[in-house]
């Protein structure tokens, strides 16, 4: 794109991200200049960045193997999944290390602070709203129903607070954090129901998050691109339906309009775009907040859901500031 002035999209993402495909092909329809981009990997792999500092604020250019953007001329930030920053190969030990966090705070920085372009989201909101504990004090003040929690170190409250709850208690990791076992292989750690005599001291060794199993009928991902809102109701045979996408259904639903605002007003509070919600729906109709993954996946949703979806996003991006 060099010498072209048209503003560009700049996606922030890794190569295998198939999600990021379906919203570019949507804005490669649309004629949209896009740029794509993983800075903790192509920055070692023949792309540059560089900022000035002076009168009249930031500037400066992002250059790949095939463009060259002027960082003044970004129209809007798609921020997906980018990767983490690496150093240079050959690069180990303390010298790795500081050249991952110059990356992070350098690299990171100068994005974020981009001049007049529309985020979708800014890095920094998806970070405050990735903390569960925040989520939960989020959600009840916008004003959904939010299972009874409580995050501990303290293995008795765990016991007495699993003990008392009706429908039995779950567990579920805070962040999820990679793990591999004696073996060496990756672990996933899925939302699990748990029983107070299952509870070992070991809860003391970091923080545990125990909550209030819901006796759902089935679940919901809401996704939701501004003030469009796409809900499907996801029927499955597990606990957690992440664990066994194969065998999961998802058919569209109506959003009712007290979740409609409410998921406005968690949006208005974290200051996102984008937002993709899990409720457990009781027999009653109750849809009861789960989560919200501010950089959630959406694409294994129905045909027409995720079309739908790439659309909206593909609007935002291309309004840019104005969206």
Same mark, same amino acid.
């Given at each position: 794109?060099?010498?072209?002035?048209?503003?560009?999209?700049?996606? @922030? /993402?890794?190569? +295998?991200? =198939? /999600?990021?495909?379906?919203?570019?092909?949507?804005? =490669?329809?649309?004629?949209?200049?896009?740029?794509?981009?993983?800075?903790?990997?192509? @920055?070692? #792999?023949?792309?540059?960045?560089? =900022?000035? +500092?002076?009168?009249?604020?930031?500037?400066?250019? @992002? !250059? $790949?193997?095939?463009? /060259?953007?002027?960082?003044?001329?970004?129209?809007?930030?798609?921020?997906?999944?980018?990767?983490?920053?690496? *150093?240079?190969?050959?690069?180990?030990?303390?010298? &790795?290390?500081?050249?991952?966090?110059? *990356?992070?705070?350098?690299?990171?920085?100068?994005?974020?602070?981009?001049?007049?372009?529309?985020?979708?989201?800014?890095?920094?909101? #998806?970070?405050?709203?990735?903390?569960?504990?925040?989520?939960?004090?989020? &959600?009840?003040?916008?004003?959904?129903?939010?299972?009874?929690?409580?995050?501990? !170190?303290?293995?008795?409250?765990?016991?007495?607070?699993?003990?008392?709850?009706?429908?039995?208690?779950?567990?579920?990791?805070?962040? #999820?954090?990679? +793990?591999?076992?004696?073996?060496?292989?990756?672990?996933?750690?899925?939302?699990?129901?748990?029983?107070?005599?299952?509870?070992?001291?070991?809860?003391?060794?970091?923080?545990?998050?125990?909550?209030?199993?819901?006796?759902?009928?089935?679940?919901?991902?809401?996704?939701?691109?501004?003030?469009?809102?796409?809900?499907?109701?996801?029927?499955?045979?597990?606990?957690?339906?992440?664990?066994?996408?194969?065998?999961? /259904?998802?058919?569209?639903?109506?959003?009712?309009?007290?979740?409609?605002?409410?998921?406005?007003?968690?949006? &208005?509070?974290?200051?996102?775009?984008?937002?993709?919600?899990?409720?457990?729906? $009781?027999?009653?109709?109750?849809?009861?907040?789960?989560?919200?993954?501010?950089?959630?996946?959406?694409?294994?949703?129905?045909?027409?859901?995720?079309?739908?979806?790439?659309?909206?996003?593909?609007?935002?991006?291309?309004?840019?500031?104005? *969206?």
């Amino acid at each position: 794109m060099a010498g072209d002035r048209q503003r560009a999209v700049l996606v @922030l /993402t890794n190569s +295998y991200d =198939a /999600t990021a495909d379906v919203v570019l092909r949507v804005l =490669a329809e649309r004629r949209v200049p896009v740029v794509r981009v993983d800075p903790g990997v192509d @920055l070692h #792999n023949g792309a540059s960045l560089a =900022a000035r +500092y002076l009168a009249g604020g930031q500037r400066g250019t @992002l !250059t $790949t193997t095939s463009r /060259t953007l002027d960082l003044d001329r970004v129209r809007s930030v798609w921020y997906r999944r980018p990767s983490m920053y690496e *150093a240079p190969a050959g690069m180990d030990g303390q010298d &790795a290390a500081f050249a991952r966090a110059e *990356a992070y705070w350098g690299v990171g920085g100068i994005i974020a602070a981009l001049p007049g372009a529309h985020f979708v989201n800014h890095p920094w909101h #998806n970070r405050a709203a990735e903390h569960k504990p925040a989520q939960l004090h989020a &959600a009840i003040l916008s004003g959904f129903s939010v299972p009874e929690t409580v995050i501990t !170190t303290d293995p008795e409250q765990a016991r007495a607070f699993c003990a008392g709850r009706p429908h039995g208690a779950v567990y579920k990791p805070l962040w #999820n954090t990679p +793990y591999r076992d004696g073996d060496g292989k990756a672990v996933q750690a899925w939302v699990s129901e748990v029983k107070p005599e299952e509870i070992t001291d070991a809860v003391a060794a970091c923080p545990h998050l125990f909550q209030a199993k819901i006796p759902k009928a089935f679940d919901v991902r809401l996704t939701a691109v501004g003030d469009r809102l796409f809900a499907a109701r996801v029927d499955s045979p597990d606990l957690d339906w992440r664990r066994r996408q194969d065998l999961l /259904t998802c058919t569209p639903l109506p959003v009712p309009d007290e979740i409609a605002g409410a998921v406005a007003r968690y949006l &208005a509070a974290f200051q996102l775009v984008f937002g993709a919600f899990d409720f457990a729906v $009781t027999g009653d109709g109750q849809w009861w907040f789960l989560e919200c993954n501010p950089n959630g996946q959406w694409a294994f949703l129905p045909e027409a859901m995720t079309d739908a979806i790439a659309h909206a996003l593909a609007d935002r991006l291309r309004k840019g500031p104005t *969206a």
